[in-house]
């Protein structure tokens, strides 16, 4: 008997485990959606900042920019996306992973000497960038930085970067991030931000009327003036795409830690089931065994 409570207090345990993770799952789809809200709000913008810096660069003329300046690079800035809640599978730790893959990349690249800053954004993913200071990579976290942070503090964290480049304090930065593909694929990819290339600024303007453009003051000043907005919004698609995937893995991960659930709440249900059935049968064969003695 102590067996079957003990069972029946199991499958009790079980069942509302399957149920909060269901509840879970609902809540981080729900999530994805509105991330994917956001992502088709922001892109007209960047579609439309791209279209300005393709017809300038139609001109034909010498654009002059400090966030386009390359330089030897001696000093390299990784910004890393993770999370800062868990329950999200292996999403860090493939990050993680990527991580480590491009910085043994910078190092065949740029030589042995060469300076790693890793700016970790995430609880998770900061606890393990600090596993790598001792092979000379440095981590950097920065305060009011995170993976949930709102478009303001992402053109802050975007505005500290791009101060460091143009004060010559790191000579390239990337960006690891998992950009979404779709609910059940996220990919983790490298996105250089600094410094800002041609070919990452060309729009497609080619199903577009030629219309002659009168610029005012002049196209090298609107050009730096376009040029921050466009990283801007690069940055703020990042983080947003970052969100999505990371609760588009946590549903995955909902889902398959609810089918574990299930699975087994069904074996020890079944489980629970014989052995009271086998009780049952044990009692009646008692019952049966004194009256024959009588």
Known sequence: MATLKALKTRIGSVSSSEKITGAMKMISSAKVH????ELKKLLPFRNQVKSIMGHLLETNMEFDSPLMEEREVRNVGVV???TDDGLCGAYNINIFKRLLVEISSLRERYGNGVGITVYAIGKKMAKACRRLEFEGVKTRILEGVDSKMGSEAVNDFTHGLRSEFVEGGVDLIEVL???FMSMSRQVATIEP?????RESLEGDVSGEENKPYLFEPDPNSIFNEVLPMFVLSMMQEITIENRASEQAARVMAMQSANDNAKKLLESLRLEYNKLRQQSITTELLDILGGQVER
């Open 34 to 37: 509105k991330n994917e809200q």
């Open 80 to 82: 890393v996306y993770g």
């Open 177 to 179: 991030y998992m950009r």
């Open 193 to 197: 931000i600094f410094p800002v290339t």
